[in-house]
């Protein structure tokens, strides 16, 4: 009786033991499984890119960087903005993000850059990049940085029409907006240019992407829409990291390879 009794404690001993030993396997396993994990998702490069236009031009523009970056195995969307309001921009843009598949980064040509500030917000953007765009604070508008530094002499940004609507003057558009393009192209952009409502540029951002995402900025030195020094003191706010491209507002058409070159270094430069 005793032998067995003695039998029996050994064996719930040996059997709390291991019952032990497989609980601290189970834990090392999962504790070195999440490790990996981590590992992966940071070294995992982000292959989403999502491309946002500007006022005076629509989403066909990007259609060269499209083709260098798509080349490259990343998965680009182009927004189609309705220039009907920021919001109506911004939800535009949210829409596009909430079907990417994983992080993104997010860019913004010209006015598109003020929506990219307000919809980086979004939990998928984990990076945003500027191209001769603008970059307002919280409670700032568009209006507030086109007037900051006298326009160039080409700037043909026309006053909102009686319904509320801004165009780009016809006789400006090829010097002002896209001044290294070619005089048909110029003239094809300015025929598909969007109406773009005032209300986008008056309406202030609520909250700036660009104070919790890394940023970069391309300064369009030949730039006749946006002074080239307003784009660089609002680059240098945002602490972004800034690139000099020669070329005109629409470097994104002209520049295509330069363009790219930093949005790749913006989905490689993710942790």
Same mark, same amino acid.
């Given at each position: 009786? +005793?032998?067995?009794?003695?039998?029996?404690? +050994?064996?719930?001993?040996?059997?709390?033991?291991?019952?032990?030993?497989? $609980?601290?396997?189970?834990?090392?396993?999962?504790?070195?499984?999440?490790?990996?994990?981590?590992?992966?998702?940071?070294?995992?490069?982000?292959?989403?890119?999502?491309?946002v236009h500007g006022a005076f031009a629509d989403g066909s523009g990007f259609q060269a960087v499209y083709n260098i970056l798509t080349k490259k195995g990343y998965n680009v969307t182009v927004v189609q903005n309705p220039l009907t309001s920021l919001k109506d921009d911004v939800d535009a843009a949210n829409r596009i993000l909430d079907k990417q598949d994983g992080p993104t980064v997010?860019?913004?040509?010209?006015?598109?850059?003020?929506? $990219?500030?307000?919809?980086?917000?979004?939990? +998928?953007?984990?990076?945003?990049?500027?191209?001769?765009?603008?970059?307002?604070?919280?409670?700032?508008?568009?209006?507030?940085?086109?007037?900051?530094?006298?326009?160039?002499?080409?700037?043909?940004?026309?006053?909102?029409?009686?319904?509320?609507?801004?165009?780009?003057?016809?006789?400006?558009?090829?010097?002002?907006?896209?001044?290294?393009?070619?005089?048909?192209?110029?003239?094809?952009?300015?025929?598909?240019?969007?109406?773009?409502?005032?209300?986008?540029?008056?309406?202030?951002?609520?909250?700036?992407?660009?104070?919790?995402?890394?940023?970069?900025?391309?300064?369009?030195?030949?730039?006749?829409?946006?002074?080239?020094?307003?784009?660089?003191?609002?680059?240098?706010?945002?602490?972004?990291?800034?690139?000099?491209?020669?070329?005109?507002?629409?470097?994104?058409?002209?520049?295509?390879?330069?363009?790219?070159?930093?949005?790749?270094?913006?989905?490689?430069?993710? +942790?």
């Amino acid at each position: 009786m +005793k032998t067995k009794l003695k039998n029996n404690m +050994k064996a719930k001993s040996m059997k709390a033991r291991l019952n032990k030993y497989l $609980i601290a396997a189970v834990v090392l396993s999962g504790s070195l499984f999440a490790l990996t994990f981590k590992a992966s998702a940071q070294g995992t490069p982000v292959k989403n890119i999502v491309l946002v236009h500007g006022a005076f031009a629509d989403g066909s523009g990007f259609q060269a960087v499209y083709n260098i970056l798509t080349k490259k195995g990343y998965n680009v969307t182009v927004v189609q903005n309705p220039l009907t309001s920021l919001k109506d921009d911004v939800d535009a843009a949210n829409r596009i993000l909430d079907k990417q598949d994983g992080p993104t980064v997010l860019v913004g040509h010209s006015y598109g850059g003020t929506v $990219i500030t307000e919809a980086g917000n979004n939990s +998928k953007v984990v990076a945003l990049v500027y191209i001769a765009a603008f970059a307002p604070d919280k409670g700032e508008n568009t209006i507030k940085w086109v007037q900051s530094a006298p326009p160039a002499p080409e700037n043909g940004i026309l006053p909102p029409d009686d319904k509320g609507f801004v165009y780009y003057d016809k006789a400006k558009f090829h010097g002002g907006f896209a001044g290294d393009l070619s005089q048909a192209e110029a003239d094809f952009m300015f025929a598909s240019q969007g109406p773009t409502s005032v209300q986008c540029f008056i309406t202030p951002i609520t909250e700036a992407a660009w104070k919790t995402k890394p940023s970069y900025g391309i300064v369009a030195t030949e730039d006749k829409s946006i002074v080239p020094d307003v784009e660089r003191t609002m680059y240098k706010r945002a602490g972004a990291k800034i690139t000099e491209v020669k070329g005109s507002h629409v470097i994104f058409i002209s520049q295509p390879e330069a363009v790219a070159k930093v949005i790749i270094e913006a989905a490689n430069s993710v +942790k």
